[in-house]
T-cell receptor
Framework: DAKTTQPNSMESNEEEPVHLPCNHSTISGTDYIHWYRQLPSQGPEYVIHGLTSNVNNRMASLAIAEDRKSSTLILHRATLRDAAVYYCILRDLILGAQKLVFGQGTRLTINP | GAGVSQTPSNKVTEKGKYVELRCDPISGHTALYWYRQSLGQGPEFLIYFQGTGAADDSGLPNDRFFAVRPEGSVSTLKIQRTERGDSAVYLC???????????FGPGTRLLVL
């Protein structure tokens, strides 16, 4: 499974944008980039995913580098409820990689 | 609608005992996954079911761990002769198919004394 590298922790202020980076220099052409987050005492929840183009949904935006070796999850206006561990995960859906391979993730702290 | 549910939410047992953890997936989801999460770590894959059959059990740590899904819905993770190192949060997830978004339950916190 291709690996991702994320900072262990980040801190931001409420109502400010947050940019969470992820490096995946060994990504293959069929790997999708997925982001999940885990709020305290809960199971992980899906945030967003993409392949090559930038993606937007109601929760966040995903910016993917042109060479696909890195990506950034963008929370446009952080709230206290966005405090969580954010995981960047590669999934080769073409070859049928059903399981999610989690790393350590980035622990995001939001200051009021 | 109802999400993935797991019971019990907490389980305390003694070393050497047998435990069963239950997962009720989202109705209609054919794929079901079990993960284990130790303190401060990301979840670690254990086993994946497509329907009633285990399509990938490569994450089960040893033969003390076993999981079933006899009717393609509810699944039970069974741990024999529990050890203190089995203490963790056991997470269940389900999805429409193997490549779809996975929806996680709240987990079962297992403590082996």
């Amino acid at each position: 499974d291709a690996k991702t590298t994320q900072p262990n922790s980040m801190e931001s202020n409420e109502e400010e944008p947050v940019h969470l980076p992820c490096n995946h220099s060994t990504i293959s052409g069929t790997d999708y980039i997925h982001w999940y987050r885990q709020l305290p005492s809960q199971g992980p929840e899906y945030v967003i995913h993409g392949l090559t183009s930038n993606v937007n949904n109601r929760m966040a935006s995903l910016a993917i580098a042109e060479d696909r070796k890195s990506s950034t999850l963008i929370l446009h206006r952080a709230t206290l409820r966005d405090a969580a561990v954010y995981y960047c995960i590669l999934r080769d859906l073409i070859l049928g990689a059903q399981k999610l391979v989690f790393g350590q993730g980035t622990r995001l702290t939001i200051n009021p | 609608g109802a999400g993935v549910s797991q019971t019990p939410s907490n389980k305390v047992t003694e070393k050497g005992k047998y435990v069963e953890l239950r997962c009720d997936p989202i109705s209609g989801h054919t794929a079901l996954y079990w993960y284990r999460q130790s303190l401060g770590q990301g979840p670690e894959f254990l086993i994946y079911f497509q329907g009633t059959g285990a399509a990938d059990d490569s994450g089960l740590p040893n033969d003390r761990f076993f999981a079933v899904r006899p009717e393609g819905s509810v699944s039970t993770l069974k741990i024999q002769r529990t050890e203190r190192g089995d203490s963790a949060v056991y997470l269940c997830a389900s999805s429409h198919g193997g490549a779809s978004t996975q929806y996680f339950g709240p987990g079962t916190r297992l403590l082996v004394l």
